[in-house]
């Protein structure tokens, strides 16, 4: 049992180049989060799928897509990087109940230069 | 938007003492999140409160929610050095949306030999 797992674990991009982080999870969740941070800001959430085949736009939405491929796999995509996407960028599941718990992944360190 | 104020932002103390972090907001959650984040690592649940005047104790960690809902801290009796991390407040949409949570910017404590 791996609970949520992300890839890669580092990136340096170019700007205006594109990429797809990566987020599995084994615990049959059916909501998935991606969320940034940078320092000072806290976590801050860029697209939610609250159950398998919707998605919907959190705080920070711009400049990015998503993609809840099944009910294990939610991706994240930049399809233009921006030095300003330069961030730590966290995955997340839970299971909807009334002290449920929300799992992170390890993290995705990304640099735009 | 609702916001969480958290207080200090940065704490740093001797091993042995004690110290709290507040976690503030003008707007009722229906429940109320502890994270602790390390170095390199995503969040991890601590404690999830849900009743007004609930104090829930972890160990050394004694967290509590607010009468109206809208507040919560953490107290940490004879701190050490593997308490060392980002504590994130987290809390849950009163009548809102139930899939999203809203992150305060976090306390990050450094406990010291």
């Known amino acids: 049992n791996a609970g949520v797992t992300q890839t890669p674990k580092f990136q340096v991009l170019k700007t205006g180049q594109s990429m797809t982080l990566q987020c599995a999870q084994d615990m049959n969740h059916n909501s998935m989060y991606w969320y940034r941070q940078d320092p000072g800001m806290g976590l801050r959430l860029i697209y939610y799928s609250a159950s398998e085949g919707t998605t919907d736009k959190g705080e920070v939405p711009n400049g990015y897509n998503v993609s809840r491929l099944n009910k294990r796999e939610f991706s994240l995509r930049l399809e233009s990087a921006a030095p300003s996407q330069t961030s730590v960028y966290f995955c997340?599941?839970?299971?909807?109940?009334?002290?449920?718990?929300?799992?992170f992944g390890p993290g995705t360190r990304l640099l735009v230069l | 938007t609702q916001l969480l104020e958290q207080s200090p932002q940065f704490l740093s103390i001797q091993e042995g003492e004690n110290l709290t972090v507040y976690c503030n907001s003008s707007?009722?959650?229906?429940?109320l999140q502890w994270y602790r984040q390390e170095p390199g690592e995503g969040p991890v649940l601590l404690v999830t409160?849900?009743?007004?005047?609930e104090v829930k104790k972890l160990k050394r960690l004694t967290f509590q929610f607010g009468d109206a809902r809208k507040d919560s801290s953490l107290h940490i009796t004879a701190a050490q050095p593997g308490d060392t991390g980002l504590y994130l407040c987290a809390g849950r949409n009163s009548g809102g949306s139930n899939y999203k949570l809203t992150f305060g910017k976090g306390t990050l404590l450094t406990v010291n030999p």
């Open positions: 997340a599941s839970r299971e909807l109940a009334v002290q449920e718990t929300q799992y």
């Open positions: 409160v849900v009743t007004g005047g």
């Open positions: 707007s009722v959650f229906s429940s």
